[in-house]
């Protein structure tokens, strides 16, 4: 069960246990930046030791984590499918050749998303070469909920549909700043269609604010999102209009096939 299932009490039915279990501890490995063994894993992840080391000898077998002296590491098969992924994502390559010719965003962090169940799941970054106190990760995911991109790719669904994922996937806050509940949420959704783009002001991280629009697919429908990250000392009114914009207008030229 993920964080947002064990918070709403919800799980699927569906869900295969022994594959559910190996896709968290293939999560934490990516995520954890240490080398984390059976003992942490299965702490941290409250699962039987037993049945941890079963499943990681049976992920090093797949070459889906190798082993070490420590513990587990990310083996090099989850690359072919993550490349094969990208490969189809027209999108990525869209973003990476508009920000080549359109220079008005070089000064800021950019990032390119799209969601999965209540997360936004980073594509593509261009992280800036000033300092933000974040780093965005391909593969990274966030609440979407609480993010530009999440924000801006849910206002522009229509109301019933935005209004399930947020009820079923509403997840812990991060910050202090963080909306404060689904009423909230919409009355917000509502401002973000109207202006074309939406704002995280501290949410994912206290001192950065971000500016997401989103990217529609040829039904019309938000397929992905664009957004920049600034500090909170550069986010002026004038400012967040301004790039507000021009975020709108590049997330216009990109569409989802």
């Given at each position: 069960m993920n964080g947002t299932e064990e918070m709403s009490g919800k799980t699927s039915k569906r869900r295969v246990p022994a594959i559910d279990r190996a896709v968290r501890i293939l999560d934490f490995v990516a995520a954890s930046g240490r080398v984390p063994g059976v003992s942490e894993l299965a702490r941290t992840l409250q699962l039987p030791k037993s049945s941890v080391?079963?499943?990681?000898?049976?992920?090093?077998?797949?070459?889906?984590?190798?082993?070490?002296?420590?513990?587990?590491?990310?083996?090099?098969?989850?690359?072919?499918?993550?490349?094969?992924?990208?490969?189809?994502?027209?999108?990525?390559?869209?973003?990476?050749?508009?920000?080549?010719?359109?220079?008005?965003?070089?000064?800021?962090?950019v990032t390119l998303s799209t969601m999965a169940d209540g997360d936004v799941v980073y594509l593509a970054c261009?992280?800036?070469?000033?300092?933000?106190?974040?780093?965005?990760?391909?593969g990274?995911?966030?609440?979407?909920?609480?993010?530009a991109t999440g924000k801006a790719m849910l206002a522009a669904m229509p109301k019933a549909a935005r209004q399930r994922i947020v009820t079923e996937y509403w997840a812990a806050p991060l910050t202090d700043n963080a909306v404060k509940d689904a009423s909230s949420f919409e009355e917000e959704a509502?401002?973000?269609?109207?202006?074309?783009?939406?704002?995280?002001?501290?949410?994912?991280?206290?001192?950065?604010?971000?500016?997401?629009a989103a990217i529609m697919d040829i039904q019309g429908q938000p397929a992905a999102g664009i957004a920049i990250s600034m500090t909170s000392a550069e986010a002026k009114k004038d400012k967040i209009k301004r790039y507000g914009a021009i975020i709108s207008e590049l997330a216009a030229k990109l569409v989802c096939r």
């Amino acid at each position: 069960m993920n964080g947002t299932e064990e918070m709403s009490g919800k799980t699927s039915k569906r869900r295969v246990p022994a594959i559910d279990r190996a896709v968290r501890i293939l999560d934490f490995v990516a995520a954890s930046g240490r080398v984390p063994g059976v003992s942490e894993l299965a702490r941290t992840l409250q699962l039987p030791k037993s049945s941890v080391h079963g499943i990681c000898e049976t992920l090093v077998e797949l070459g889906l984590l190798q082993s070490s002296t420590d513990g587990f590491e990310p083996g090099g098969r989850s690359l072919l499918w993550s490349s094969a992924f990208l490969d189809r994502m027209d999108i990525v390559r869209e973003f990476e050749n508009l920000l080549s010719q359109d220079r008005r965003l070089d000064d800021f962090t950019v990032t390119l998303s799209t969601m999965a169940d209540g997360d936004v799941v980073y594509l593509a970054c261009r992280n800036a070469t000033k300092p933000l106190g974040f780093t965005f990760q391909i593969g990274m995911r966030l609440p979407a909920i609480y993010t530009a991109t999440g924000k801006a790719m849910l206002a522009a669904m229509p109301k019933a549909a935005r209004q399930r994922i947020v009820t079923e996937y509403w997840a812990a806050p991060l910050t202090d700043n963080a909306v404060k509940d689904a009423s909230s949420f919409e009355e917000e959704a509502v401002r973000w269609r109207g202006l074309g783009y939406a704002l995280d002001r501290g949410e994912i991280r206290e001192g950065m604010v971000c500016l997401g629009a989103a990217i529609m697919d040829i039904q019309g429908q938000p397929a992905a999102g664009i957004a920049i990250s600034m500090t909170s000392a550069e986010a002026k009114k004038d400012k967040i209009k301004r790039y507000g914009a021009i975020i709108s207008e590049l997330a216009a030229k990109l569409v989802c096939r």
